[in-house]
């Protein structure tokens, strides 16, 4: 089976993509892309139920936005989608650096829920005062000039020296189809954000910890201490790889995860 669905949310609806048979794997993406970075991941269906939607303000999904996109509101939204698409199941939830604070947020709201959890390229600690300040300068920015220099700078930082051309290609396609007032919630969304850093051991699911080995924006030794922290974790490293591990090296990630979650 594969499906795409609109499941209501408060305010609007997300488009899911639900796609194989068998345990589920919940898959949250990154900032500011949707549910097309997780490509590479489709293999998986042979397994795997994997549900992967468009977080409210991406892809295809129609819910309000406002001012601010919070990790908590992503978080109810993907109760949501759990409760139509996954009732009475624990999944595996695989979150991607904007993906993995969404993950924190689920853990907290509904850990009883969540078998595995599968952290890409992410991190706990909420942001610094300056890279928050950071942000609201690029949404104000944002408002007046367009997306073109947050993207221009997004594309110069999310991939590794040796990312295939491919994924160039249909990442700055994404990029380039964000709306505006959604990028500038999110950035104000992840600003806010809880810092998990401080309850890492209280989290007792299994958790996969990936970081590709030139991810600049959650290097694999920062990553690496956050396993640490965790009740219960394995750490990889993945060669020839940056920010978007899944994407980049998919076989190596999908083999994983797999490996991890059977
Ligand atoms: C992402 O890939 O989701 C973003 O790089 C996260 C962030 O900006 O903190």
């Known amino acids: 089976m594969d499906k795409k669905l609109t499941i209501p949310v408060r305010g609007g609806a997300l488009s899911v993509r639900v796609a194989g048979q068998g345990p589920a794997i919940l898959f949250v993406h990154g900032f500011p892309l949707d549910h097309q970075m997780w490509t590479g991941q489709l293999p998986l269906t042979s397994d795997f139920r994997c549900i992967m ?3 409210r303000g991406f892809g295809a999904s129609q819910a309000e936005v406002g001012e601010v996109l919070t990790m908590t ?5 993907l109760q949501s989608v759990l409760q139509q698409v996954a009732a009475n199941q624990q999944v595996c939830v695989c979150g991607l650096s904007m993906g993995g604070y969404i993950a924190f947020e689920l853990w907290q709201r509904c850990a009883d829920r969540i078998s595995h959890l599968v952290l890409c390229d992410t991190r706990a600690a909420a942001d610094t005062m300056e890279v928050a300040r950071g942000r609201e300068l690029t949404a104000q920015k944002i408002a007046v000039e367009g997306s073109r220099e947050l993207v221009t700078s997004m594309l110069g930082k999310l991939f590794g020296p040796s990312a295939p051309p491919q994924c160039r ?5 994404i990029l380039q189809s964000v709306r505006a007032s959604s990028l500038m919630a999110a950035l104000r969304g992840m600003a806010q954000r809880t810092d998990f850093t401080p309850r890492l051991a209280e989290i007792r699911i299994p958790a996969l910890v990936i970081c590709g080995h030139d991810d600049v924006i959650t290097p694999p030794v920062e990553m690496r201490q956050m396993a ?11 060669d020839s790889a940056g920010h978007l591990a899944p994407l980049e090296q998919p076989e190596l990630v999908n083999a994983r995860i797999a490996s991890f979650i059977s």
Request: no cysteine; hydrophobic share 40%; charged share 35%.
């Open 73 to 77: 509101q992503f978080a109810e939204d």
């Open 53 to 55: 939607p468009d977080l």
């Open 169 to 173: 290609v249909e990442v700055e396609r």
């Open 228 to 238: 640490g922290q965790l009740a219960d974790s394995q750490f990889v490293e993945v």
